[in-house]
């Protein structure tokens, strides 16, 4: 079984499992009047929605390019990535609201009904979490760097945000039980909201700049690289971007100081791309041009 099989056999495990956790949370929070319970519930639906795009991001992932999709799916994963995580940290304010207004405004729970049904979800979203995490660190060793898989770590860090939610309606069941004190519960879930949303921030940072195309990389690097060739003049109209955590892609037109047989140019390029791939570079794509061409060119500034 290859990796994609695996990740793919692993959401659809998650996917099952948080159905019937979500089913679950449901009655429970109707029979116990929990409010805290519902919430973790439609959280739970949220993360449902989340785990299929992850799930439909990971097969797509896979596909061919073709003369539609001609870069192939390859943003699959940070397009997934992105959407997940905006959701996360939206259901996460939405939380962190909620928790604030019911620490002021306090109601009744049927204590033992909320502890069991959350150490059950805590079970539950704790081996989701475990499981997402160790393909994501399965990722990495496949490939031999430190790139995070960045749709699979988002569909992790949002089963972790659902176990520590777990986790906090468990310790604050506990102590209204034994103790009275209701207001633990909001608090509880205040401190974890705001702990996700920093935890996701980076994530939907990332991959926002990874469907813009932008650079995050240290472009003057490169150009450094490619400008210590003596037979190379200048160059110009450098970009770089990582399209997915597995690839970095990379343009550039070079000027040349001499004029070169065109088997000089392929032989030059190959030097030059293979100094890149050292640098992580996967897909380099490199236009020659003579010092004249550079001069007359009235389009070169538009690429």
Request: net charge negative; hydrophobic share 50%.
């Amino acid at each position: 079984m290859n990796l994609h099989e695996k990740k793919n056999k692993i959401l659809k495990k998650v996917i099952f499992l948080n159905i019937f956790l979500v089913v679950a949370e449901i009655f429970a929070g109707i029979y116990s009047g929990s409010m805290a319970l519902l919430a973790d519930a439609l959280h739970n639906l949220g993360d449902v929605l989340a785990l299929f795009i992850s799930l439909v991001a990971v097969v797509y992932g896979t596909k061919k390019a073709d003369d539609f999709m001609t870069f192939g799916y390859i943003k699959a994963e940070m397009m997934a990535a992105f959407v997940n995580s905006i959701f996360l940290v939206i259901t996460m304010l939405f939380i962190l609201l909620e928790s604030i207004e019911r620490l002021f405004t306090p109601n009744s729970i049927d204590a033992p009904v909320v502890i069991v049904a959350s150490l059950v979800a805590l079970l539950i979203n704790g081996f989701s979490s475990w499981l997402l995490g160790r393909s994501n660190i399965e990722h990495e060793h496949h490939h031999h760097h430190d790139h995070e898989d960045m749709n699979m770590k988002s569909a992790y860090l949002h089963m972790l945000s659902d176990a520590v939610i777990s986790f906090s309606v468990a310790v604050g069941g506990v102590l209204i039980y034994f103790f009275g004190i209701v207001a633990i519960d909001s608090i509880l879930s205040i401190l974890f909201s705001i702990y996700i949303i920093l935890e996701t921030y980076p994530l939907l940072k990332k991959s926002f700049y990874s469907l813009m195309d932008s650079n995050v990389d240290d472009i003057k690097e490169v150009e450094a690289i490619i400008l210590c060739f003596d037979e190379v003049l200048s160059i110009h109209d450098l970009h770089l971007y990582r399209p997915s955590s597995r690839e970095f892609y990379g343009s550039v037109h070079i000027v040349f100081k001499n004029d070169l047989l065109l088997s000089e140019v392929d032989k030059l390029s190959n030097l030059i791309r293979e100094r890149l791939c050292d640098e992580g570079i996967t897909h380099f794509v490199i236009q020659p041009e003579s010092v004249e061409f550079a001069k007359n060119s009235t389009c070169s500034a538009l690429h």
